[in-house]
Structure formats: structure tokens, C-alpha cells
């Protein structure tokens, strides 16, 4: 089955751009999903991209996707200390409309 | 709309005990999740319904059961709780099991075996 891999631990600057990184195996991968999870809650959809997608931008959010890696990452410009969470990348294969879930990136702002 | 409800927030068991996790969402949504989080482990899904009257399972079924007793409504169950279980459940909801079909989470239950 499909395999999501992120880091743990991001560590940033308050005014700084923040990059988190996943990888995933299953290149017939069709949707992947950013989800950001805040101290206490459940999780909340930030965006996604199509697999036939290279880049979305929203706001302060960029999404950069890299198929012949089996890359997504997600940059949030300007960091602010409200951006402090766990962001899971979710990528959903072949026929499963189901996503499979990494195991999160606590991103930590510092002023 | 209150989105995705799931009761209760907070509960601790001893080792052997039984209990019902309820969810229910106002969405109208057809397909509806359960997931467990474990510190450093992310989101396994325990089962699903992707429709009023079906249910599956999800990677780490074994331990629980599941009711989708309507549209509205997915219970988890655990018939007789072990320390391994000790967990933060979430409930989740999707509108139609296609496409771009994003999930809904509830707040999480913390849940405490003893």
C-alpha cells in the first residue's frame, strides 16, 4: 500500500518562510492533501493538488508537487506564531478515494 | 452547523471495560471514519462507511466494532478495552467517497486505558 513519509520537527523564525516536505510511494497517486492540526482539535484542510498539477498557491500558502520524486511540499510565507501546528500530508491512490495520512510535521514558531 | 460531534471528549477505563464512541455530523455527507492517533504514528484508520448501511475495515480494525446507524451517525465500539488502546480517536466525515473528497474531522476523544 502507499507509503507517506514527513520529518517530525520543524523549527522557524517568526517572518520566515516555513517548508514542510513529504514523500509518498505509489506514483498512480491522484489527490494529495495538506492538513493542519492546532493543540487539542481535529485535523482541518489547508489545500490540495491534482496529480496533474505541478504548483497551487493560496495566500500565503504554496503547494510545489514533484511526480517523478514523489514529492509535495508545502511553504507558508511569512510565518506567524498562529501558524504553529501539525501539518499532515494525505496523498489518496489508484481507485482508494481514501487518504493515507503521514505522520505529521510539528511546526514550531519562534519570535 | 456543528460539522462533525463526537462524544465524549474525555474518558478513562480500566482495562477489560466496555464503551461506545459517538460521532454524528450534519453535513449530509454519505461516507464517515474512524481514525486513531498515536504520538509520532499520525492517522490509521480503524474502519469506515463509505454509505448509509455499509462499513469496512481500515488498517487496525482488530478490538473495535462499528455501528453506522444512519446517515447522520457512525459509533466505534470496544468490547473490551486494553491498555494498547489508549489512543485520541477521531471521527471523520466525507461528502460522496469520490474525487476530491475532503474529510471533516470532529475535536477528538482522549482516550485512557488503565
Known amino acids: 500500500g502507499e507509503d507517506v513519509e514527513q520529518s517530525l520537527f520543524l523549527s522557524v523564525r517568526e517572518g520566515d518562510s516555513s517548508v514542510i516536505n513529504c514523500t509518498y510511494t505509489d506514483s498512480s497517486s491522484t489527490y494529495l492533501y495538506w492538513y493542519k492540526q492546532e493543540p487539542g482539535a481535529g485535523l482541518q484542510l489547508l489545500t490540495y493538488?491534482?496529480?496533474?498539477?505541478d504548483m497551487k498557491q493560496d495566500q500565503r500558502l504554496t503547494v510545489l508537487l514533484n511526480k517523478k520524486d514523489k514529492h509535495l511540499s508545502l511553504r507558508i510565507a511569512d510565518t506567524q506564531t498562529g501558524d504553529s501546528a501539525i501539518y499532515f500530508c494525505a496523498v489518496s491512490a489508484g481507485g482508494s478515494y481514501i487518504p493515507t495520512f503521514g505522520r505529521g510535521t510539528s511546526l514550531i514558531v519562534h519570535p | 452547523n456543528a460539522g462533525v460531534t463526537q462524544t465524549p471528549k474525555f474518558q478513562v477505563l480500566k482495562t477489560g471495560q466496555s464503551m461506545t464512541l459517538q460521532c454524528a455530523q450534519d453535513?449530509?455527507?454519505?461516507?464517515m471514519y474512524w481514525y486513531r492517533q498515536d504520538p509520532g504514528m499520525g492517522l490509521r484508520l480503524i474502519y469506515y462507511s463509505a454509505s448509509e448501511g455499509t462499513t469496512d475495515k481500515g488498517e487496525v480494525p482488530n478490538g473495535y466494532n462499528v455501528s453506522r446507524l444512519n446517515k447522520r451517525e457512525f459509533s466505534l465500539r470496544l468490547e473490551s478495552a486494553a491498555p494498547s488502546q489508549t489512543s485520541v480517536y477521531f471521527c471523520?466525515?466525507?461528502?460522496?467517497?469520490?474525487?476530491?473528497?475532503?474529510?471533516?474531522f470532529g475535536p477528538g476523544t482522549r482516550l485512557t486505558v488503565l
Open positions: 453535513m449530509n455527507h454519505n461516507s
Open positions: 493538488i491534482f496529480s496533474n498539477m
Open positions: 471523520a466525515s466525507s461528502p460522496s467517497g469520490g474525487g476530491t473528497d475532503t474529510q471533516y
